[in-house]
Structures are given as structure tokens and as C-alpha cells.
């Protein structure tokens, strides 16, 4: 796009009859994303500055740099257009709605967003649009799905460039929805503007993400903001069942449908059935009622299931496409998935990594099978540090031995992480294995014939991340080697 073009009615300053014509190829705020032909914005993050790259933008091959530091001197080049403006966040959202067609606003999108269950929410709410016939993309945890191509995921929720460009394909590939998990560090720092929601989902709150929001209040205001800012034709979907989804009734002026267990919901569950292996009861909504046989277990799956029916209701739906859409998933990515390599014992990887996530998951399995669990866990570091104590105590009084472990310790000392965890057990039933793989093992080692093992907190990762590097760490293999070999 031509500079002109991009900066009409955006940019009061003057720009030289010279540079008018320049081609803008892509637009810039981490300068490691810089191309030829680059316009780079600077934005100033908690960590980093963006104005201190701006040398390194241009000697990559930015064109144009705008920054609202009026007092910086930086070296200049032949060619390099500086713009000064008052406020680059507004700037780069003005320039973003201009170079991208605001693409959201030419797709059905659908977001999740809650502390538990929003990658299972969507993956349902995928496989129901695709029974359906429907085309969809996705932008969650465990990857973007963008037409054929899958995408490794940096954030749950994508920064707010990463979004407009990620929608711009999605609708140049003439795709018809997009399903987004909704984080609320995104929802801070606004990360899903201009983003047009069709309808928002609430899962669930509990506590996490305190050394960020640093109250549970602000984390629901975080969260809240997300319904606040629908329109009134976007329709709400949220969970009757939790007491912070009833306060979201009065924060939006769209349309509301809820779904739950106990109290009178819209969409309801009824003569609920758990197993260890499948999950059955009766959906009741307006439109009718549908038997549901899943082989996701759990109550808590019960409500994720609740979730991605109401909203696809919303939709026009029917009842027997979105039974045979649930029917089609047999299992979400680190979601309580089974791993069988010929044991006569059961291993679950899951990715519950807060006291309410792993209270869910052991007490599901606790409920369905009259057998030991043994749990292997610890909590990432440079997070939440107020949930440590409380996952530890929920362990001691759930699991009947644990083997403590490191997480991601990032920039923690591993050993004082799980010191905190150790410090909520109430009972000597547990052990401190600081190596994952090795706790791993070990946990393996203990298992006996109908035994159950989880393995919580990384669920889909790959990956472990320490202090001064990111290595390679997929559970699924260390499982296998450890019982085939």
C-alpha cells in the first residue's frame, strides 16, 4: 500500500512529495519482524521499549518509523521517513483498520474465554461448525488453525498485529468463522481490538494470573470487559453455574443465552452419567433435547460441552449436527488425554495447571475408578505464586502420592517453586523429583496394575523453559521410551 494511501486522514504532519509513493510491505512493532519496505511503530511493553530497535528496524529494512519519543535523536538514513505522533497504541490501531480492510468485520468470529476450558470449548465448537459443513479457523492455545496450515501458537491469544494479519488470511482463504480463545492479558492490553465478536463464551473463574492482575476482581474486570464491549446483537453465552458468569448479566448489552447443571439455564444437562472412559447425559434446550455420549470425561467437560452447544445453537444449528460433532471428538490435545502403550495401567497427560483445573481432574478420576492415582506436578514459575500452596494441598487431600516436580521454572529456582507447592500438602505423601522426566519415570515405576497416573500442568507442550534456554520436552515420548524399552 502506498504511504499516502495508508496515512490519509490518519497522519496531520506533512509528509515529503518524495515519499509519498513509498510501497509499504508490512507493518512492524517487533523489529524482528522487519522486512524490506517495513513501516515500524514503536510501542513500549513491560520488558522492552520498542524505540530502542528502531536502528535495527532500519538496517532490516523499515521505510517509515513511528514514534512518539520527541526527544530522541536516532541516526538517520537515506530513505527513512520519521513520523512523530502523540499516541502510537491509537496510531498503530488507526494504521492496522487501514493496511488489514479490518478483516474481522468480514468473518463469523466466536471467542472463549474463562480460566478453564477454553481450548476444549473451541475444539467442540470445530468439530460441531465442521459437521455442520462449515468452514472455520482457529486461534488458541495449542496452535492456529489457518485453512491447511497449523501454526505454532506464541500466546493463547495472539498480540494485536499477529491478529489482524492471522484474520486477513483467514478471510482471503474465504473462510466462514473463526473460533478465539480470549485471554485476559489480552483483554488488558488490548490486544483483540478491532476485532468484530460475533459471540464471547464464559467458561469459568477462579484464581490465577494474581502476579499480573494482582486481585481476583481485576482478573474478572479483565474478563468482563471482553462482554461489556459486545454489541447488542452479539449474543453471550455464559455459564449460569458460576457465580462470577451471573455477575456478567448486568456488564453487557448483547443478547444473552446461558447454559448449566444446577440452576435454570437456557441449555441444560440433565441425567448425568461420568466414566473413566465416556460421558453421558440429556441436553435440554428450546429447540428440543439430544442424548450426548462423549468420550470426553468430567464434569467439567460436561460444562465445555454446555458451552460450544449453546453458542452453536446461537448459530442456527441443529441439535443432531451438534450431537454428531461432539460425537467426532474423541480427545483435545493435553485435555486429559489417555496414552496407551500396552500398560495395564491408566496414564493421563493433562494441562491443568491451577488448584480449580487439577481439583477437576482428580476428582473426576477419584469418582470413576476405585483404583490409586498417582500425580505428577508442578507450577511455572514467574506466574501466579498464590496457587502454589493451594495445588499442593489439593494433591495431598485427591491423589494418593505425588512426585513434585518443575513446570516451566523460567526464571525461578525451580527447588524454591516447589517449596511453596510443598508447603499446602497436608500429609508426607509425596516426593521432590526436581528433573520432570525423571519424576516422570518415577511415577511410572510406582504404577501397578490398574493404576492411574497423571501427569498435570503442560498438557500439548513441548517444550520445557528455563532461565536461559527453551529445550525440547514432549511427555507423550518420555511415556513410551520409558515403558517400551
Known amino acids: 500500500m502506498r504511504l499516502e494511501n495508508l496515512l490519509q486522514n490518519i497522519y496531520e504532519g506533512d509528509i515529503d512529495t518524495h515519499c509519498r509513493d513509498l510501497e509499504i510491505s508490512s507493518i512492524c512493532c517487533d523489529s524482528r519482524q522487519v522486512k524490506k519496505g517495513s513501516l515500524f511503530i514503536t510501542q513500549k511493553g513491560s520488558v522492552y521499549d520498542g524505540a530502542d530497535f528502531i536502528e535495527k528496524a532500519i538496517d532490516q529494512g523499515a521505510r517509515v518509523i513511528v514514534t512518539d519519543q520527541e526527544k530522541r535523536n536516532f541516526r538517520s538514513k537515506e530513505g527513512v521517513v520519521i513520523l512523530k505522533v502523540g499516541d502510537t497504541f491509537q496510531f498503530l490501531r488507526d494504521l492496522a483498520k487501514r493496511f488489514y480492510d479490518h478483516p474481522s468485520s468480514q468473518i463469523k468470529t466466536i471467542g472463549v474465554t474463562g480460566t478453564n476450558g477454553k481450548t476444549t470449548t473451541v475444539y467442540l465448537m470445530e468439530a460441531i461448525l465442521h459437521e455442520s459443513e462449515h468452514s472455520c479457523g482457529v486461534i488458541g492455545t495449542v496452535n492456529y488453525r489457518i485453512g491447511e496450515r497449523v501454526l ?8 494485536f498485529l499477529d491478529n489482524q494479519m ?10 466462514e468463522y473463526c473460533l478465539m480463545e480470549v485471554s485476559s492479558h489480552a483483554l488488558d492490553q488490548g490486544r483483540i481490538d478491532l476485532i468484530d465478536f460475533k459471540a464471547a463464551v464464559f467458561t469459568n473463574l477462579t484464581s490465577d494470573h494474581l502476579d499480573y492482575h494482582g486481585t481476583q476482581e481485576n482478573y474478572f474486570s479483565a474478563k468482563a470487559s471482553f462482554f461489556t464491549r459486545l454489541s447488542s446483537d452479539a449474543l453471550a453465552v455464559i455459564n449460569i453455574d458460576d457465580i462470577f458468569g451471573r455477575r456478567l448479566f448486568s456488564k453487557t448489552k448483547s443478547k444473552i443465552r446461558t447454559y448449566g447443571i444446577h440452576n435454570n439455564a437456557d441449555v441444560k444437562a440433565v441425567d448425568v452419567k461420568i466414566g473413566i472412559s465416556a460421558t453421558e447425559f440429556k441436553l435440554v434446550a428450546d429447540e428440543g433435547q439430544v442424548n450426548i455420549r462423549t468420550k470426553l470425561v468430567g464434569q467439567f467437560n460436561v460444562y465445555n460441552i454446555l458451552a460450544a ?30 496414552v496407551e502403550c500396552g500398560q495395564d495401567y491408566t496414564i493421563f497427560i493433562d494441562y491443568a495447571h491451577t488448584q480449580d483445573a487439577l481439583e477437576n481432574v482428580l476428582t473426576t478420576i477419584r469418582s470413576t475408578v476405585d483404583a ?30 505425588s512426585v513434585v516436580t518443575s513446570d516451566n521454572p523460567r526464571n525461578e529456582d525451580p527447588q524454591t517453586i516447589i517449596d511453596n507447592i510443598i508447603e499446602g500438602f497436608e500429609n508426607d505423601h509425596y516426593e521432590v523429583i526436581v528433573e520432570r522426566e525423571e519424576a516422570i519415570k ?44
Open 152 to 159: 505454532p501458537s506464541k500466546n493463547t491469544t495472539p498480540g
Open 166 to 175: 492471522l484474520f486477513r488470511e483467514l478471510v482471503d482463504e474465504g473462510v
Open 309 to 338: 452447544a449453546t453458542a452453536c445453537l446461537g448459530e442456527g444449528i441443529s441439535l443432531d449436527k451438534i450431537r454428531k460433532g461432539i460425537e467426532n471428538l474423541s480427545c483435545v490435545p493435553g485435555r486429559l488425554q489417555r
Open 372 to 401: 490409586k492415582i498417582i500425580l505428577v506436578f508442578g507450577c511455572g514459575g514467574n506466574r501466579d505464586r498464590t496457587k502454589r500452596p493451594m495445588m499442593g494441598a489439593v494433591a495431598s487431600r485427591l491423589a494418593d502420592f
Open 442 to 485: 518415577k511415577s511410572l515405576s510406582l504404577a501397578r496394575k490398574g493404576d492411574v497416573v497423571l501427569i498435570a500442568g503442560k498438557g500439548h507442550e513441548t517444550y520445557q523453559i528455563f532461565k536461559d534456554k527453551t529445550i525440547h520436552f514432549d511427555e507423550r515420548q518420555i511415556i513410551q521410551q520409558f515403558i517400551l524399552c
